[in-house]
């Protein structure tokens, strides 16, 4: 089993995106999706949470009010919907499942037992 995003692409300043992750197996007790992210020269950066049972959602500040995560368990999916995309969100985006993945309301960073990856999908952002 491997996970897969897809959806990346270019796209200017202002501009929007869905990614989507695919690969893995919704019947997990306490899956936990989450999506990160690695610029050139950067560490790998996790952005975003969804737990798959309830769809309850986490985000680090640099995305939060400009990208949504979500699920469809009709199709087994999760969805990333970036709107307002910068040029510094420009990166190869991953999503990853594990049985922990969390945004502290303490300081902001997001902390994970991610185990299961993918291959990525690249967002360019540029005019």
């Known amino acids: 089993v491997q996970l897969q995003a897809s959806g990346g692409g270019l796209v200017q300043p202002g501009g929007s995106l869905r990614l989507s992750c695919t690969g893995f197996?919704?019947?997990?007790?306490?899956?936990?999706i989450g999506w990160f992210r690695q610029a050139p020269g950067k560490e790998r950066e996790g952005i975003s949470c969804?737990?798959?049972?309830?769809?309850?959602?986490s985000y680090v500040d640099s995305v939060k009010g400009r990208f949504t995560v979500s699920r469809d368990s009709s199709k087994n999916m999760v969805y990333l919907q970036m709107n307002n995309l910068k040029p510094e969100d420009t990166a190869v985006y991953y999503c990853?499942?594990?049985?922990?993945?969390?945004?502290?309301?303490?300081?902001?960073?997001?902390?994970?037992?991610?185990?299961?990856w993918g291959q990525g999908t690249q967002v360019t952002v540029s005019s």
């Open positions: 990853g499942a594990g049985d922990y993945c969390s945004v502290s309301d303490y300081n902001g960073l997001l902390y994970h037992k991610i185990d299961l």
């Open positions: 969804i737990t798959w049972s309830d769809g309850s959602t």
């Open positions: 197996r919704s019947t997990v007790d306490y899956l936990k």
